[in-house]
């Protein structure tokens, strides 16, 4: 079931800061559909892990503070 995948993913250690850190990067990516495959992945992982959820608003925010002061320029920034 995809209760038990979330559990034994979470023990494992598989979702953890770092996994999060790179999904949020992975949506400068060019290609519209790899950006909405990510945006899924990530809506799933803060409905799941609610310990991340905090870090995941973080990055997120942090993404679009170097989007508006440093780089102008960033491909996810609409999704």
């Not at 949020?24 to 809506?43: A, G, M, P, W």
């Not at 609610?50 to 491909?75: C, V």
């Amino acid at each position: 079931s995809k209760e038990a995948t979330a559990k034994a993913a979470k023990r494992k250690g598989v979702v953890d800061q770092t996994f999060c850190l790179k999904l949020v990067q992975i949506f400068n990516s060019e290609d519209l559909r790899e950006r909405e495959y990510l945006k899924t992945i990530l809506h799933r992982v803060y409905g799941k892990f609610m310990s991340h959820r905090g870090f995941i608003r973080r990055q997120i925010s942090y993404t679009f503070q170097r989007f508006a002061f440093d780089t102008l320029r960033h491909n996810g920034t609409g999704e």
